[in-house]
């Protein structure tokens, strides 16, 4: 039976970033259990649709998540990313809509 999950590799990603955003990619993509590539292609994605800015800080990358846009899917379009990374947080912290 093919293994599936409720999310996406892309919200995994955007997951691991809100949770650490000078996180390396190489950790990302392990965490996810995707390749690095596959890990830089989805921030790429992210970047060029705006939910996340990267900044380069020395020989890093320093990632901005911006919780206050919405969903992409018509469906979940009203609801903010925030929301999702507020409820699977692993802090149980609530959303930061401001950033």
Known sequence: MEQ???LTNHAHVLLCIA???GV???DVAGRVGITERAAQ???A???EQGYLTRT???RRN???VHRELPFRHPI???TQIGALLGLLSETGAPANHGS
């Open 24 to 26: 390396r990619l190489r």
């Open 62 to 64: 320093q990632y901005e």
């Open 45 to 47: 994605d992210l970047v």
């Open 76 to 78: 979940e379009h009203k």
């Open 41 to 43: 292609r989805i921030v």
């Open 4 to 6: 599936w999950t409720f």
């Open 19 to 21: 949770a650490d955003p």
């Open 56 to 58: 380069r800080v020395g």
